[in-house]
């Protein structure tokens, strides 16, 4: 499956983005999802993540209450991330990512399929 990030760009502190995940050659329904982030120098650091039904879902403590993560398994074959109040410190590459199945949603070995990531910069 070959996953394809959108909807990052720049946004002043305090604003939202939604960033989209879209699946081709395949159907995410198969897989656990995850976003993840990168700052340059830094190591890839998890996000979020979303089981098969969407059912259950984790977030890093440093974006909990202000991200949300969703799926559609139908036509839309697609993963979202809302993120709001955005802080300068979200600043990164963001990630998605899909795995057969873990119980190590935190770990980036967890999944076997990545995007190419889309940048997000929150700067006044």
């Known amino acids: 499956v070959q996953l394809v990030e959108s909807g990052g760009g720049l946004v002043q502190p305090g604003g939202s983005l939604r960033l989209s995940c879209a699946a081709f050659?395949?159907?995410?329904?198969?897989?656990?999802m995850g976003w993840f982030r990168q700052v340059s120098g830094k190591e890839r650091e998890f996000v979020t993540a979303?089981?098969?039904?969407?059912?259950?879902?984790?977030y890093a403590d440093s974006v909990k209450g202000r991200f949300t993560v969703s799926r559609d398994n139908g036509a839309d074959n697609t993963m979202y991330l809302q993120m709001n109040d955005l802080k300068p410190e979200d600043t990164a590459v963001y990630y998605c990512?899909?795995?057969?199945?873990?119980?190590?949603?935190?770990?980036?070995?967890?999944?076997?399929?990545w995007g190419r990531g889309t940048l997000v910069t929150v700067s006044s």
């Open positions: 990512a899909a795995s057969f199945g873990s119980s190590r949603w935190r770990l980036p070995r967890s999944y076997s399929y």
């Open positions: 979303i089981s098969r039904s969407g059912g259950t879902t984790e």
């Open positions: 050659g395949g159907t995410i329904s198969q897989y656990l």
